[in-house]
């Protein structure tokens, strides 16, 4: 049994990718697999480096 980290991000649920991502996570689980997801979207993830100094309380 493996432990599988899937970082996932797309604003719809309806989407090819999500349908993959879905396909993928039953599949692993139904073969034994531990499924941990992220989903950046939803996370409100911002990949832009605005050159901030990160808040000390963070880190």
Do not use: W
């Given at each position: 049994?493996?432990?599988?980290?899937?970082?996932?991000?797309?604003?719809?649920?309806?989407?090819?990718?999500?349908?993959?991502?879905?396909?993928?996570?039953?599949?692993?689980?139904?073969?034994?697999?531990?499924?941990?997801?992220?989903?950046?979207?939803?996370?409100?993830?911002?990949p832009v480096f605005r050159g901030e100094?990160?808040?000390?309380?963070v880190i």
């Amino acid at each position: 049994m493996s432990k599988i980290f899937i970082v996932y991000g797309h604003y719809s649920d309806q989407s090819f990718n999500a349908a993959i991502r879905d396909t993928f996570i039953e599949t692993a689980k139904q073969q034994g697999h531990s499924i941990d997801c992220v989903d950046l979207y939803k996370e409100n993830f911002d990949p832009v480096f605005r050159g901030e100094e990160p808040d000390k309380t963070v880190i």
